[in-house]
T-cell receptor, first 116, second 114 residues
Framework: AQSVTQPDIHITVSEGASLELRCNYS??????LFWYVQSPGQGLQLLLK????DTLVQGIKGFEAEFKRSQSSFNLRKPSVHWSDAAEYFC??????????????WGLGTSLAVNP | DVKVTQSSRYLVKRTGEKVFLECVQD?????MFWYRQDPGLGLRLIYF???????EKGDIPEGYSVSREKKERFSLILESASTNQTSMYLC?????????????FGPGTRLTVT
């Protein structure tokens, strides 16, 4: 069955430090992969996505992610974190159900805190 | 981008009440989803709909029902609210052609059942 694992429940980094949030997926075919961010009190916003092609994808707010098929990973990175990046981050993989309809399988999220 | 709106940001209801959560999307898309979000449990799919009057159970449908009478509106119904349904409820609708997996979210409804 398809699944998404975010190994880190909570991460704290200092402002200006680099960031990497891990995501591992289990999916038989070529995956459609996503990262979403949820800032405090806000809805979920799409950060970036991978469908095919270049395995390093750029997103909004200075984030990037790299798809590594051999490791079944899609880790999110940012070279220098800002205090406003403190939020909950969710990784997701696109999947089809028994009726061939599209939906997303979600990781449980990683909560990011940023120290000044 | 798809715009998704939800009828209330905050809602307080009493145990046993019938509760309606409304969601509207503005892009005439077929697909709409209802999730609940709880700390440590991520997003859990309650119901989804791929067309008018069509619905399909998600991972946690118990205690909920849905209604999709018009393409733009997808309602989540708690027939008899219970305290364990206190949660954040998120509605989502995917993008258009070529973006069918991308989901756009409403701001959420934080429901408290007392």
């Amino acid at each position: 069955a398809q699944s998404v694992t975010q190994p880190d429940i909570h991460i704290t980094v200092s402002e200006g430090a680099s960031l990497e949030l891990r995501c591992n997926y289990s999916y038989g075919a070529t995956p459609y992969l996503f990262w979403y961010v949820q800032s405090p009190g806000q809805g979920l916003q799409l950060l970036l996505k991978y469908f095919s092609g270049d395995t390093l994808v750029q997103g909004i707010k200075g984030f990037e992610a790299e798809f590594k098929r051999s490791q079944s990973s899609f880790n999110l990175r940012k070279p220098s974190v800002h205090w406003s990046d403190a939020a909950e981050y969710f990784c997701a993989v696109g999947a089809r159900n028994a009726g061939n309809n599209r939906k997303l399988i979600w990781g449980l999220g990683t909560s990011l805190a940023v120290n000044p | 981008d798809v715009k998704v709106t939800q009828s209330s940001r905050y809602l307080v209801k009493r145990t046993g009440e019938k509760v309606f959560l409304e969601c509207v999307q503005d892009m005439d898309h077929e697909n709409m989803f209802w999730y609940r979000q709880d700390p440590g449990l991520g997003l859990r799919l309650i119901y989804f709909s791929y067309d008018v009057k069509m619905k399909e159970k998600g991972d946690i449908p118990e205690g909920y029902s849905v209604s999709r009478e018009k393409k733009e509106r997808f309602s989540l119904i708690l027939e008899s609210a219970s305290t364990n349904q206190t949660s954040m409820y998120l509605c989502a609708s995917p993008g258009g052609q070529g973006a069918e997996y991308e989901q756009y979210f409403g701001p959420g409804t934080r429901l408290t059942v007392t």
